[in-house]
């Protein structure tokens, strides 16, 4: 008689008076839970300091996940936190199906707002996130789809090493950096501050899985929607004017190198979507020069230079150039009075 046992490695084992026949996508990693666990494997995608810049996910941020098993129309699980375990590898405590599967996933992660609403129908098809304020605690709001297969060759299952997870900026990232023109100029201003003005730092977002129920097969056949994820911000706060953080007044150099340096750590603001409207109105400097305070506002001449994009990065350099105060001197010539004196 043929008896089907459930094994704490997670593997199928089929037991029969002959022999055993174990089913595992590496016969000599059976007795290894991790093997069967779900990972994710995760990075940014692009524009730790209040953004997360380059790819290197945050070891320190947990992420919220959320998945969907496409070959049996079904949820997988609902909204679970993965936190890392080892090297760009984040768990949380699930583990794949023992048979064939395609599973959908979708994540946020860097979010500490009002509240966090999954997909209706399915929880793995969206999800939307309010944003009540951003500007004193800023937090770089990140989301990611991602797929991970569990496929039978024989009587074999083959589970996936990791799920790659490729995290979207949802906000726009403005910074800027000071250099003196020249040598001449260097040294001789004190930058004080820097406000940037009329942007908006809180808001809706809503993220769109648009392929959380696409089987792999469905997926192969359709590789413009593999992986599709889509994102917009809607219910914008109002326009506030915010110092930009972290920075200590400072004397400003000359970089031969033209980089200049940070000033602070930037600011994360939300678009509108609406390229006719401005996202911010202008950034004042505020700055001394012989011990005098002054201030200095640049508004971009346009209203599409006042526009910022989801997930990029605008950077303005300011550059302090001295025009010295020179005097040219001369001399009023002399008025002669010639009068004539008579002598008698």
């Known amino acids: 008689m043929k008896k089907l046992f459930f094994f704490a490695t997670a593997a199928l084992v089929l037991a029969s008076c002959n022999n055993d026949v174990t089913i595992s996508e590496n016969t000599a990693l059976v007795g290894s839970n991790a093997q069967h666990e779900i990972a994710l494997s995760s990075f940014a995608q692009r524009p730790k300091r209040a953004a997360v810049d380059g790819t ?92 991970g297969t569990v496929s039978q060759s024989s009587n074999t299952l083959s589970f996936p090493e990791n799920v790659p997870m490729k995290f979207i900026h949802a906000q726009a990232w403005i910074s800027f950096k000071a250099d003196a023109y020249d040598a001449t100029s260097g040294g001789k201003v004190t930058l004080d501050s820097i406000v940037l003005n009329g942007a908006k730092y809180s808001g809706t977002y809503t993220v769109t899985h648009n ?25 914008w706060g109002g326009a506030q004017n915010v110092k930009v953080p972290n920075w200590t007044p400072a004397a400003i ?45 640049y508004t971009p001449a346009t209203a599409a230079a006042q526009n910022v994009d989801q997930a990029k990065h605008y950077i303005y350099k300011i550059n302090f150039h001295l025009h010295e105060i020179l005097i040219s001197a001369s001399v009023d010539p002399w008025d002669e009075d010639e009068t004539a004196v008579p002598i008698y």
């Open 211 to 235: 392929n959380y129920d696409k089987t792999k097969a469905q997926r192969d056949a359709d590789a413009t929607k593999n992986g599709s994820v889509d994102g917009l911000w809607s219910a």
């Open 253 to 297: 150099a000359y970089d031969a190198s033209g980089d200049g340096v940070d000033v602070g750590d930037g600011l994360l603001v939300v678009p509108d979507n609406d390229p006719a409207t401005a996202d911010f109105t202008s950034f004042t400097i505020a700055y001394k020069l012989d011990g005098k305070a002054y201030k200095f506002t």
């Open 56 to 147: 290197t996910f945050p070891t320190g941020s947990a992420m919220q996940v959320t998945a969907f098993d496409a070959d049996s129309a079904r949820d997988f699980f609902d909204a679970t936190e993965f936190t890392h375990d080892a090297g760009t590898i984040w768990k949380g405590g699930k583990y794949w199906p023992l048979s064939p599967a395609t599973i959908n996933f979708l994540a946020y992660a860097n979010f500490e707002g009002t509240s966090a609403t999954w997909g209706t129908t399915h929880k793995a098809s969206g999800v939307t996130l309010v944003m009540t304020d951003n500007k004193s605690a800023q937090q770089d709001l990140l989301y990611a789809c991602g797929t």
